[in-house]
């Protein structure tokens, strides 16, 4: 069960949750309007500033990818809580 | 294959334990039209759908794994706290006997998913008619649900649910023309 996480998690996810909806939006959009290119445009940009959100979060609160996609502290810490059904 | 993100795709709180709503959710978890159905239906569809939809199929498909994740969560929130005597008074006393506060993916009247839920015609129109029925027969789902729960946390969570099955639908259907586009010009040469 998970202990209790701090107000700054909430706020970071948060933020990355924002970030990778537009992305999620936009990739779509994409999908089916290849030939968008300011829309591109705002895609790489948005997934730039991911990355930037998720390697702040990432070494406050531990990995958030598995399979090498985050990297790891001594010891391992993939497997540390919370999951997210438990925040 | 497929990397898996420590996080919902959006917040889940739900103001507290209520296992008959659970009991409705469980609908868009194991239920005909509900996450899981679609989520494999696309994933499958996929090999043998035209190129130029391949990708969507992929990308819309795995959104659906973060909304079956999403229901998760509610559900397993709802249910947590609850004692037998709450359980059985909102109808999962069957559910209990079996699973105790194990999630099943069944629907709201208790019945098991089936494969028989998804189709997978090979002809690619037909597959996307499909797909769009789906999508919204997946968001009306999600407003009766909506219409039978007065939890406000919870409603914030489905709405974004519902709102997604439009952006799918829309995209589906923005699908079916590129095909169409794509059969006409091969017509003409």
């Given at each position: 069960?998970?202990?209790?996480?701090?107000?700054?998690?909430?706020?970071?996810?948060?933020?990355?949750?924002?970030?990778?909806?537009?992305?999620?939006?936009?990739?779509?959009?994409?999908?089916?309007?290849?030939?968008?290119?300011?829309?591109?445009?705002?895609?790489?940009?948005?997934?730039?500033?991911?990355?930037?959100?998720?390697?702040?979060?990432e070494?406050q609160f531990g990995p958030l990818?598995?399979?090498?996609?985050?990297?790891?502290n001594?010891?391992?810490n993939w497997?540390n809580?919370?999951?997210?059904?438990?925040? | 294959?497929?990397?898996?993100?420590?996080?919902?795709?959006?917040?889940?709180?739900?103001?507290?334990?209520?296992?008959?709503?659970?009991?409705?959710?469980?609908?868009?978890?194991?239920?005909?039209?509900?996450?899981?159905?679609?989520?494999?239906?696309?994933?499958?569809?996929?090999?043998?759908?035209?190129?130029?939809?391949?990708?969507?199929?992929?990308?819309?498909?795995?959104?659906?794994?973060?909304?079956?994740?999403?229901?998760?969560?509610?559900?397993?929130?709802?249910?947590?706290?609850?004692?037998?005597?709450?359980?059985?008074?909102?109808?999962?006393?069957?559910?209990?006997?079996?699973?105790?506060?194990?999630?099943?993916?069944?629907?709201?009247?208790?019945?098991?998913?089936?494969?028989?839920?998804?189709?997978?015609?090979?002809?690619?129109?037909?597959?996307?008619?499909?797909?769009?029925?789906?999508?919204?027969?997946?968001?009306?789902?999600?407003?009766?649900?909506?219409?039978?729960?007065?939890?406000?946390?919870?409603?914030?969570?489905?709405?974004?649910?519902?709102?997604?099955?439009?952006?799918?639908?829309?995209?589906?259907?923005?699908?079916?023309?590129?095909?169409?586009?794509?059969?006409?010009?091969?017509?003409?040469?």
């Open positions: 069960m998970a202990k209790q996480v701090p107000k700054e998690y909430y706020q970071l996810l948060q933020e990355i949750q924002e970030v990778d909806f537009v992305l999620v939006e936009l990739n779509l959009y994409l999908d089916t309007h290849p030939d968008d290119y300011d829309a591109i445009e705002q895609f790489n940009n948005y997934s730039q500033t991911s990355r930037e959100l998720k390697n702040n979060f070494q990818m598995g399979f090498g996609a985050s990297y790891s001594y010891p391992f497997g809580t919370p999951w997210p059904w438990q925040v | 294959m497929w990397y898996y993100e420590k996080k919902l795709q959006y917040p889940v709180k739900v103001t507290e334990c209520n296992p008959m709503l659970a009991k409705f959710l469980i609908e868009q978890y194991g239920g005909a039209d509900g996450e899981l159905s679609a989520a494999l239906r696309y994933l499958n569809q996929r090999y043998t759908i035209p190129d130029k939809v391949i990708g969507l199929l992929t990308d819309i498909g795995t959104e659906e794994f973060a909304h079956l994740e999403m229901i998760a969560t509610m559900v397993y929130k709802l249910t947590k706290d609850a004692s037998p005597e709450q359980m059985k008074a909102a109808g999962l006393g069957a559910h209990y006997a079996s699973h105790e506060r194990a999630l099943y993916y069944e629907n709201a009247g208790g019945s098991p998913w089936t494969a028989t839920y998804i189709t997978a015609k090979g002809d690619p129109i037909a597959d996307l008619y499909e797909d769009i029925a789906a999508e919204e027969k997946a968001r009306a789902t999600y407003q009766w649900i909506i219409n039978l729960s007065d939890d406000p946390d919870l409603n914030d969570s489905l709405k974004f649910l519902r709102e997604r099955e439009i952006i799918h639908s829309l995209r589906f259907q923005e699908a079916v023309e590129i095909l169409k586009e794509e059969r006409d010009s091969k017509k003409i040469y």
